[in-house]
T-cell receptor, first 113, second 111 residues
Framework: DTEVTQTPKHLVMGMTNKKSLKCEQHMGHRAMYWYKQKAKKPPELMFV???????INESVPSRFSPECPNSSLLNLHLHALQPEDSALYLC????????????FGEGSRLTVL | RKEVEQDPGPFNVPEGATVAFNCTYS??????FFWYRQDCRKEPKLLMSVYSSGNEDGRFTAQLNRASQYISLLIRDSKLSDSATYLC????????????WGLGTSLAVNP
């Protein structure tokens, strides 16, 4: 079983909806990541939080808004998404940015209608 | 040139075969290296970290060649359950210490 927990596992939303994806880890990791993955492609980095501060934003559109309320939690707020945003959204954590292995959650499969 | 390159395959091998994957990286400042395995519609899972001295875990052996800037993964006695995509990941010292992912190599082990 993965030690990174993501909810919901599946999400269907319209282009005008507002929803959030949630991620939680209790391994004491201080780096947390959001990745987007399309079929037959590798994960594509979106955001990195290091010690609860946003460290990397890979020029992600503002309709995706990350939040790190504390060292165990990571959210991704979604608003006014487009159908091409449909993908598997993966949360991951690491001991520290640049150190150690990356542990993934099972992902949230998002469909935008 | 891509920062991390892998042969996408697919590799189709019979059960019991030995198969090897290579991955090349362009930045000599790379610090650490990993092989991840991803099953269809699942999350990537760490298969092995790759150390300078090489490392082995059962049927899996990983090697690092810093001079030629490549890492390899050898799978011996392939099982049907080894069918998956194998992703090479490189951690750079610079560049915000980002992880750079290869496109993955698809392996199908056939009965």
């Amino acid at each position: 079983d993965t030690e990174v927990t993501q909810t919901p596992k599946h999400l269907v939303m319209g282009m005008t909806n507002k929803k959030s994806l949630k991620c939680e880890q209790h391994m004491g990791h201080r780096a947390m990541y959001w990745y987007k993955q399309k079929a037959k492609k590798p994960p594509e980095l979106m955001f990195v939080y290091s010690y609860e501060k946003l460290s990397i934003n890979e020029s992600v559109p503002s309709r995706f808004s990350p939040e790190c309320p504390n060292s165990s939690l990571l959210n991704l707020h979604l608003h006014a998404l487009q159908p091409e945003d449909s993908a598997l959204y993966l949360c991951a954590s690491r001991l520290r940015q640049g150190s150690g292995e990356l542990f993934f959650g099972e992902g949230s499969r998002l469909t935008v209608l | 040139r891509k920062e991390v390159e892998q042969d996408p395959g697919p590799f189709n091998v019979p059960e019991g075969a030995t198969v090897a994957f290579n991955c090349t990286y362009s930045n000599s400042a790379s610090q650490s290296f990993f092989w991840y395995r991803q099953d269809c519609r699942k999350e990537p899972k760490l298969l092995m970290s790759v150390y300078s001295s090489g490392n082995e875990d059962g049927r899996f052996t990983a090697q690092l060649n810093r001079a030629s800037q490549y890492i390899s993964l050898l799978i011996r006695d392939s099982k049907l359950s080894d069918s998956a995509t194998y992703l090479c990941v490189v951690n750079y010292a610079g560049n915000n210490r980002k992880l750079i992912w290869g496109l993955g190599t698809s392996l199908a082990v056939n009965p």
